[in-house]
T-cell receptor, first 114, second 109 residues
Framework: KAGVTQTPRYLIKTRGQQVTLSCSPI?????VSWYQQTPGQGLQFLFE???????NKGNFPGRFSGRQFSNSRSEMNVSTLELGDSALYLC?????????????FGSGTRLTVV | GQQVMQIPQYQHVQEGEDFTTYCNSS?????IQWYKQRPGGHPVFLIQ?????EVKKQKRLTFQFGEAKKNSSLHITATQTTDVGTYFC?????????FGTGTSLTVIP
């Protein structure tokens, strides 16, 4: 079966711009969660969406937002980009944070802010 | 917030040697999941431990959950070059996902 698909794979943006990343989960998975990975901070949880509702949120500023569509596809938006937002953004799909199962990660979107 | 610390941060081993990474928390963990991330890749789910003292095996990999549910370990017997990567532990609290700092394993042929 198809895995988790993230687009685009690479992105270069300028400070102050905004960006939208997309994630298509594995068919049947209703939970999509997003993570930021940087060498300094490691893997950090951004938020989780389940059935179009944001259920949980990590400790990130309001510039980071997301949404989930009825087909479970999810988008993450970062507004007013800062240099420190340069990172690998990963999304993962699963049966939910309360599902007790592992998550399947996509290959990520590498965002570079210049 | 929750912090899950992993040690060591880096480990270089000769092919065939054993390897262990430890995951420690100051608070009781709800559960522990382990992931492996190859260089340039994305995390791949390995296993989940839920019960106190639980031990699970996957071929050369042995996963343990401490009796007090405050620590966990991943042991690899007779490492191979395919074991190269960063191993993360993670706690799913039901509200958040906390990843450990990771242990980067290098296997020298």
């Amino acid at each position: 079966k198809a895995g988790v698909t993230q687009t685009p794979r690479y992105l270069i943006k300028t400070r102050g711009q905004q960006v939208t990343l997309s994630c298509s989960p594995i068919s049947g998975h209703r939970s999509v969660s997003w993570y930021q990975q940087t060498p300094g901070q490691g893997l950090q949880f951004l938020f989780e969406y389940f059935s179009e509702t944001q259920r949980n949120k990590g400790n990130f500023p309001g510039r980071f937002s997301g949404r989930q569509f009825s087909n479970s596809r999810s988008e993450m938006n970062v507004s007013t980009l800062e240099l420190g937002d340069s990172a690998l953004y990963l999304c993962a799909s699963g049966f939910g944070l309360t599902g007790g199962d592992g998550y399947t990660f996509g290959s990520g979107t590498r965002l570079t802010v210049v | 917030g929750q912090q899950v610390m992993q040690i060591p941060q880096y480990q270089h081993v000769q092919e065939g040697e054993d390897f262990t990474t430890y995951c420690n928390s100051s608070t009781t963990l709800s559960n522990i999941q382990w992931y492996k991330q190859r260089p340039g890749g994305h995390p791949v789910f390995l296993i989940q431990l839920v019960k106190s003292g639980e031990v699970k095996k996957q071929k050369r990999l042995t996963f343990q959950f401490g009796e007090a549910k405050k620590n966990s370990s991943l042991h690899i017997t007779a490492t191979q070059t395919t074991d190269v990567g960063t191993y993360f532990c993670a706690e799913n609290t039901g509200n958040q996902f906390y990843f450990g700092t990771g242990t980067s394993l290098t296997v020298i042929p």
